[in-house]
């Protein structure tokens, strides 16, 4: 995968980290949803997941929606495409990397549904927790514990050459970071910029550093998938 396209990166928050403060097991995905507004089906818009849970999603747009008017959000299970009644719970614009993400509750799920979204959720959580055991600095954990790490991690897309971290912003500083593909540059927050710290590579961890910036790079050619 050329890093001319984007390089995926993991992120796992704090159960008090903004915006979400919600304690729900999540796992982070990336797959297309739409978006149904409160003024007709046919009223509908096309989102892409960043994380989904038992008790809701979190989805991106390419623009700032009016969120507040979204009633359902239709994802693809399996074979079918299911509508999930929604309760709009918050929206946040992060910029720079990719587009707004909001969260929204399921307001009421029946069995049949249930089901469907704990297998997702399952299997989701098997994918990320076997690439997780395999990273650096997250080797020794056993596999249950790559797995529950997996169960609270948030998915963001971010195009070349965009900030993606700073520690001055408290929507990002208290992110533990982990690329899946592509390469990012570290460089200092304050003095000469473009002067390179380092270069992280896909299955690194980064995050945590209070004076420190992180770019996608313009320099890599290539990137491994997660």
């Not at 969260?103 to 704990?118: P, R």
Request: hydrophobic content about 40%; overall charge neutral.
């Amino acid at each position: 995968m050329s890093l001319s396209t984007v390089p995926p990166v993991i992120a796992a928050k704090p159960i008090k980290a903004h915006p979400s403060r919600r304690c729900e097991i999540r796992v982070a995905t990336n797959f297309p949803v739409t978006l149904v507004f409160s003024n007709g089906a046919s009223n509908v818009i096309p989102a892409r997941s960043v994380d989904i849970g038992m008790g809701g999603i979190c989805v991106e747009t390419a623009t700032i929606i009016d969120y507040e008017a979204v009633r359902a959000v239709r994802i693809p299970l399996g074979k079918s495409k299911i509508d999930f009644d929604v309760r709009p719970r918050w929206s946040l614009d992060l910029g720079g990397s990719g587009g707004p993400v909001t969260g929204l509750t399921f307001a009421s799920v029946d069995d049949a549904k249930k089901n469907a979204l704990w297998d997702l959720i399952q299997e989701r959580g098997c994918e990320l927790g076997m690439f997780l055991s395999g990273c650096e600095g997250l080797d020794q954990l056993n596999f249950e514990e790559a797995l529950d790490l997996a169960l609270s991690t948030r998915l963001r897309i971010v195009r070349r050459g965009d900030l993606i971290y700073t520690g001055c912003d408290e929507r990002t500083a208290a992110s533990i970071c982990l690329l899946m593909s592509g390469s990012v540059v570290l460089e200092p927050s304050m003095g000469r910029m473009n002067q390179r710290i380092s270069m992280v590579k896909p299955r690194e961890i980064f995050g945590g550093l209070p004076t420190c910036l992180l770019y996608t790079s313009d320099a890599a050619d290539e990137s491994s998938s997660g």
